[in-house]
């Protein structure tokens, strides 16, 4: 069974980094075709995709916060660490990691977590 | 960059009617790369169906989904109580690599 968490501070500072941990079970990103993304929502917003990272230390972003974004993964741990740099209150919004395949179901996130709600103020 | 309208924006119907929910791509989709996802408030994104009309694990089969090109659609056949929520369709493509669409909320009319 595939289960993950989020970490990380419920407030943060404007121009402060953030640093958000992932930790998951259920899988390993040591085996090909994992990979684990990160997506965040705003209240009362939709869904919108950062991050991703794969078994073999491929990386993507999303590329309007391309410059502030940096995953990273810790096999030996089971977790995957995101840290938005320079951030401002319209970075408020649970942030949710999230599971996919390459292979089956292809181009989804399949397993999520609960999420963690991060608000940026002064 | 390729972008996802959903319609209506809200669905206003009564338990056992059918639902019926549009998807639009400003670019072609492939169809392997189409998903929809269920979200309750308070909760995280549920994965229903991938691959335009595949059901993910779990999911009952009064979901289904349809579709091609730039047109895809989630239908519920009969709404159960459990069902009023919002509904995502998501892509995956060429940048940005994943994209939400701006949801369908399905309420208690």
């Known amino acids: 069974q595939i289960t993950l968490k989020e970490s990380g501070p419920t407030v943060v500072k404007p121009t402060q980094t953030l640093t958000l941990t992932c930790n998951f079970s259920?899988?390993?990103?040591?085996?090909?075709?994992?990979?684990v993304g990160w997506i965040r929502q705003a209240p009362g917003k939709a869904l919108e995709w950062l991050a991703v990272i794969y078994w073999d230390d491929n990386k993507r972003y999303t590329p309007s916060l391309k410059t502030r974004l940096t995953i990273t993964k810790d096999t030996s741990k089971d977790q995957v660490v995101l840290t938005m740099t320079n951030v401002d209150p319209v970075d408020s919004a649970t942030y949710f990691c999230a599971h996919r395949r390459i292979l089956v179901p292809a181009a989804v996130f399949d397993f999520w977590g609960q999420g963690t709600l991060v608000t940026v103020s002064s | 960059e390729s972008v996802l309208t959903q319609s209506p924006g809200t669905l206003s119907l009564s338990p056992g009617e059918r639902a019926t929910l549009s998807c639009r791509a400003s670019?072609?989709?492939?169809?392997?790369?189409l998903g929809w996802y269920q979200q309750k408030p308070g909760q995280a994104p549920r994965l229903l169906i991938y691959?335009?009309?595949s059901r993910a694990t779990g999911v009952p089969d009064r979901f289904s989904g349809s579709g091609s090109g730039t047109d895809f659609t989630l239908t519920i056949s009969r709404l159960e109580p459990e069902d009023f929520a919002v509904y995502y369709c998501q892509q995956y493509g060429s940048s940005p690599l994943f994209t939400f669409g701006p949801g369908t909320k399905v309420d208690l009319k």
């Open positions: 691959g335009a009309s």
């Open positions: 670019e072609r989709v492939d169809s392997s790369y």
């Open positions: 259920g899988f390993s990103l040591r085996t090909s075709g994992e990979g």
